[in-house]
């Protein structure tokens, strides 16, 4: 959002290349919500098919620019550039990614996936983890279904799926409608289709 928001249209659409089959998803960080306005307007007119805030990076560079995790420490900024990405979608499909909450004395997904869908988010994902966790640790795999019980809009859950029995576990236990893959996939770029009930080539 914050890059985006200075650019050209035609250097949107340089950047964002979709040269494939499928949806053409583009996701969006910003700290202000005027940066992630004109960041999904630019998106929008260059003709992505849904846009997905990121409130889930825990990276310190995202962060330290009050971006990415950060922004579940300021529900009200929060909820300001969620907002901000509707408007400048004007109908285009919407979607956000979180982390379970800054730390955990502050797991607060719940709150802002609720919300967020009473703004017109139209689907959640969330990352069993902290921000403070980073990657450590196991994921909180029944710590998301509390996000499942708050919302209606499809929730993907996210973290540690290396196997099929890991995205059947997941689902189970959050109570999630889908899983997300990102680091299990890193060597094997085959495992989502094999998740998926395909065979690895």
Known sequence: GDMLAAARPDVVRRTCRHDGQGH??????ASRPEAMLRGAQLLRETGVDVIDINMGC??????????????????????????????GADGLPVTLKMRLGWD??????????????????????????????FYEGRADWDAIRAVREVISVPLIANGDVETADDAREILRRSGADAVMVGRGAQGQPWLPAVLAGHSAP
Request: proline share 3%; glycine share 6%; no cysteine.
């Open 104 to 133: 955990e004395n502050s797991l607060n997904a719940a709150e802002i996936a609720r919300r967020a869908e009473n703004a017109g988010i139209q689907l959640v994902t969330i990352h069993g983890r902290t921000r403070m966790q």
């Open 58 to 87: 825990p990276s310190r560079q995202v962060t330290g620019a009050q971006s990415g995790s950060a922004l579940m420490r300021d529900v009200p900024l929060a909820l300001e550039i969620i907002q901000a990405a509707l408007d």
């Open 24 to 29: 053409w998803i583009v996701q969006l960080a």
